[in-house]
């Protein structure tokens, strides 16, 4: 059970990890927070169509093919993440997503991190379209010097979780459905389980490993993942997409 509360701050709900002070000069050290929040202006079905309606270009993408270990495979938009950028297309609910992700960036930089946050931009944002009976496997995106900000929006989703596991903590997908299934908790020290609501948006660092429960809907699971990087750094600072 973790001992840290989850708690909210500017509309953004802060779920933390951190460990006990270390004991001896090899003990392990980990501190970092998902941070959630409801992007309410965004029309999710409108979206979802749109995102819907370009799948099919999408997949005509040969080339560079590369799933990121998420286990979807090739015939996936996933696997295509180095070839397009969501934000490249011109719609009204990804402008509004666009100007919401940054808008959170600010306010979790600024808790987490006590300084006026540095300027952000959006290097690489891909759509992931599951079908029913599919999983997206543990990955996790960079653990560079350079690494930073990853993130996930739900366009539509009926009754998944993504499960932002522990750096520390190596058991397997199934042995941590298992503990967080018994246990009936969301949130714990070894990870949190976040209910894949339409319009929720996650941030989280790069090097955070997730995976999701299984899609059992009919209807499609449409999630838009993408990578934060201060413009300082620029460029993409990530090896795999995420759910």
């Known amino acids: 059970m973790n001992e840290l ?7 953004v709900t802060y779920i933390p990890f951190r460990s006990p002070e270390p004991q001896t000069p090899f003990t392990a050290f980990w501190q970092y927070c998902i941070g959630e929040t409801i992007l309410s202006k965004i029309n999710c079905d409108r979206l979802k169509e749109f995102l819907l309606s370009k799948q099919e270009e999408i997949l005509e993408i040969k080339d560079d093919l590369n799933d990121g270990g998420t286990g979807l495979g090739d015939q996936s938009t996933t696997s295509r993440w180095l070839s ?6 011109d719609q ?3 402008k509004i997503l ?14 987490l991190v006590g300084k006026e946050p540095p300027e952000v931009e ?5 759509m992931n379209i599951m079908n029913k ?7 996790n995106h960079a653990f560079d010097e350079k ?28 042995e941590l459905l298992e503990s967080f299934e018994e ?7 070894c990870f949190y389980a976040s209910t894949n609501k339409t319009g929720n948006l996650t941030l989280f660092p790069c090097y955070v490993p997730h995976f999701t429960t299984e899609h059992t809907s009919d209807t499609e699971r449409i999630t838009i993942a993408f990578e934060i990087v201060p413009k300082v750094f620029g460029g993409i600072s990530t090896k795999a997409p995420s759910g």
């Open 122 to 126: 959006i290097p690489a944002c891909w």
């Open 84 to 89: 397009y950028n969501v934000f490249q297309w």
């Open 5 to 11: 509360k989850i708690f909210e701050n500017e509309g």
């Open 98 to 111: 666009e100007e919401g992700i940054i808008k959170t960036h600010d306010i979790y930089y600024r808790l």
């Open 147 to 174: 690494s930073y900000l990853s993130g996930n929006f739900t366009v539509a989703c009926e009754g998944s979780k993504t499960i932002y596991v522990n750096p520390m903590y190596h058991n397997s997908e199934d």
């Open 183 to 189: 246990g009936g908790e969301e949130f714990g020290e």
């Open 92 to 94: 009204e609910d990804l």
């Open 133 to 139: 009976g599919e999983i997206i496997k543990k990955h």
